[in-house]
């Protein structure tokens, strides 16, 4: 089946500029995490989606990062006014929590670029 | 409490040797350990899983070994391949409001050399 898919692949922007980021999860996943990584570092946690509950947002380094989820489909996460330490490849992942112990699937990431 | 601390950071091995990745954690509410590998310009991919009721679990050349006392486990690759190029990623969850949280090493960079 379709896993979790990412857009863009890329994504060059100037400084300042505001980015949206699509994640399209497989269906049926009612968990949704995003995360950061830095050239050559490991997974940094941004924020993850639950159904309908509230999201956890513990892992935002700033208020210019926001993420939406609608229901258990696609999510956008935003960041405005780009900063070049925002340059990072930004990876989602979805999971079935009813699953082996919620095993989270991976997209291909989007590669943000900031000028 | 939340980091789970991954070494080496790179690993260059010979075709056919074993290659070994050790993480260790601090939070015993972790309960499930994933190894995840990671080609270049590629998603994290599931490489093998644990959970801290065995001491060890084998899939094909992977092994996990884990050690709940010393809060401790480690991937071992055997027969290891140019193929298995790639980055290693140990990640550590826990069950959270219904859902799991996961942190995640800094990941290895393993080369296997032909």
């Known amino acids: 089946g379709a896993g979790v898919s990412q857009s863009p692949s890329n994504k060059v922007t100037e400084k300042g500029k505001d980015v949206e980021l699509r994640c399209d999860p497989i269906?049926?996943?009612?968990?949704l995490y995003w995360y950061r990584q830095r050239l050559g570092q490991g997974l940094e946690f941004l924020i993850y989606?639950?159904?309908?509950?509230?999201?956890?947002k513990s892992g935002l380094p700033s208020d210019r990062f926001s993420a939406e989820r609608t229901g258990e489909s696609v999510s956008t996460l935003t960041i405005q006014r780009t900063q070049q330490e925002d340059s990072a490849v930004y990876l989602c992942?979805?999971?079935?929590?009813?699953?082996?112990?919620?095993?989270?699937?991976f997209g291909p990431g989007t590669r943000l670029t900031v000028l | 409490q939340q980091q789970v601390k991954q070494s080496p950071q790179s690993l260059i091995v010979q075709k056919g040797g074993i290659s070994i990745i050790n993480c260790a954690y601090e939070n015993t509410a972790f309960d499930y350990f994933p190894w995840y590998q990671q080609f270049p310009g590629k998603g994290p991919a599931l490489l093998i899983a644990i959970r801290p009721d065995v001491s060890e679990k084998k899939e094909g050349r992977f092994t996990i070994s884990f050690n709940k006392s010393a809060k401790q486990f480690s991937l071992h690759i055997m027969d290891s391949q140019p193929g298995d190029s790639a980055t290693y990623f140990c990640a550590a969850s826990m069950r959270s409001s219904g859902t799991y949280k996961y942190i995640f090493g800094t990941g290895t960079r393993l080369k296997v050399l032909a």
């Open positions: 989606f639950q159904g309908n509950s509230a999201p956890d």
């Open positions: 269906s049926g996943h009612t968990a």
């Open positions: 992942a979805s999971s079935h929590t009813s699953g082996r112990a919620g095993t989270q699937y």
